[in-house]
Nanobody, 127 residues
Framework: QVQLVESGGGLVQAGGSLRLSCAVS????????MGWFRQAPGKEREFVAA?????????YYGDSVKGRFTISRDNAKKTVYLQMNSLKPEDTAVYYC???????????????????WGQGTQVTVSS
């Protein structure tokens, strides 16, 4: 069974930074595509970023976070990170980590592609 545990959320002022972490149990982490999604109250879950298993394939980002957020992974630590800079109040949401057993990154912006999800961590950006 694969388990994902997010951490690093919190309250930050607009313009500030946070780094989210997602620790993954399971022996095949390095073969997964890892993604971050977020969901604000009353809204659908939104794609934030994804990183395929191969370092030769560039990560993918949602339009609203391009240039501000960076996704990375440490396969030895079985952890994926989301560095969030220049945060805005509209970034406020619960952030979820997810794992797709298809490591290619194909359609990684689609919620239905992911097989495993974390419980989420709250990020609140004050104006």
């Amino acid at each position: 069974q694969v388990q994902l545990v997010e951490s690093g959320g919190g309250l930050v002022q607009a313009g500030g930074s946070l780094r989210l972490s997602c620790a993954v149990s399971g022996r095949t982490f390095s073969s997964y595509t890892m993604g971050w999604f977020r969901q604000a109250p009353g809204k659908e879950r939104e794609f934030v970023a994804a990183i395929p298993w191969s370092s030769t394939v560039r990560p993918y980002y949602g339009d609203s976070v391009k240039g501000r957020f960076t996704i990375s992974r440490d396969n030895a630590k079985k952890t994926v990170y989301l560095q969030m800079n220049s945060l805005k109040p509209e970034d406020t949401a619960v952030y979820y980590c997810a794992a797709d057993r298809d490591g290619s990154g194909y359609l990684s912006y689609e919620v239905y592609r992911y097989d495993f999800w974390g419980q989420g961590t709250q990020v609140t950006v004050s104006s």
